[in-house]
Structure formats: C-alpha cells, structure tokens
C-alpha cells in the first residue's frame, strides 16, 4: 500500500505547480480582457466619427438641396407642417 501512497503522490500535481499554473492563467486573462477593451474602444470610436461624418454629410446634402430648390423646399416643409398638425389635433 505504500507504494501506491507513493505513486499518487508524485501523480499528484504539486500545491506550488497548481499556483504558478492559476497564476499564468491569471495573466493570460488580463492580458486578453486589455486586448479586447482596446480592440471594443477603438470600434466604437470609429464607429461615432463615421456617425459625424455621415451627419454633416447628410446636412451638407439638405443644405445644397434647398438652396438649388428652394420652392420644392418650402412646399414640402409646409406638406409636413399641415401632417403634423392633422395629427396633433386627433391625439
């Protein structure tokens, strides 16, 4: 029976091996969360100047539109001014 004790015991993963082994898996995550918050901050920060972008694009573009159409730009804010009026007074 001893030398069954013995086998196990040297099978045995050893109390400081445990803890090098938690302690490398430790590293390793924090090293991975870093990884993945710099690689989320950076995507979102380029999502919200491709966001900007798009908005001055499109004011730009409302911009340019009513100063080459300036009726059709006065008709059509009326058309919606007249549907939102409608609507308010049936709520």
């Known amino acids: 029976m001893s030398n069954s004790n013995a086998a196990v015991r040297k099978d045995a993963p050893h109390k400081d091996d445990l803890s090098h082994q938690i302690e490398a898996l430790r590293a390793d995550v924090s090293k991975l969360m870093a990884t993945v918050s710099d690689d989320v901050s950076e995507g979102i920060g380029q999502a919200g100047r491709q966001i900007s972008q798009t908005g001055r ?35």
Do not use: F, S
């Open 57 to 91: 694009d499109a004011r730009t573009t409302a911009t340019n539109t009513v100063i080459q159409h300036p009726l059709a730009a006065v008709g059509i804010a009326a058309g919606i001014g007249l549907l939102l009026g409608l609507v308010a007074r049936k709520g």
